[in-house]
């Protein structure tokens, strides 16, 4: 209940504050506006350069190796399953 009344009286000190210093409330929106668009601004470059970067890596490298690998892994596979029978074989 305490904090039902506490919130009312701060929401209607809100009103009447935003009501005397309307004026003072849009010159600090007029500057923080700016401020903000700036910073997601430069939160997005920095995102979107990064995201770029991981697709120059992703293309170059992997795009060699994913031919490469299926093969090579048979091939390890059937020189385990080759080692593992002639270990058993000699117990």
């Known amino acids: ?3 039902l009344i506490g919130g009312a009286v701060a ?24 401020v903000m668009l700036l910073m997601g601004g430069g939160l997005a470059l920095y995102l979107g350069f990064d995201e770029l970067k991981d697709t120059w890596k992703k293309d170059a490298p992997e795009a060699e190796e994913a031919e490469e690998d299926p093969e ?7 020189d385990l399953k080759k080692e593992i029978e002639s270990l058993k074989s000699e117990k």
């Open 1 to 3: 209940m305490k904090t």
């Open 72 to 78: 090579k892994y048979k091939k390890e596979i059937n």
């Open 11 to 34: 929401a209607v000190l809100g009103v009447i504050g935003l009501a005397v210093w309307f004026h003072a409330f849009l010159q600090l929106l007029a500057g923080v506006i700016p």
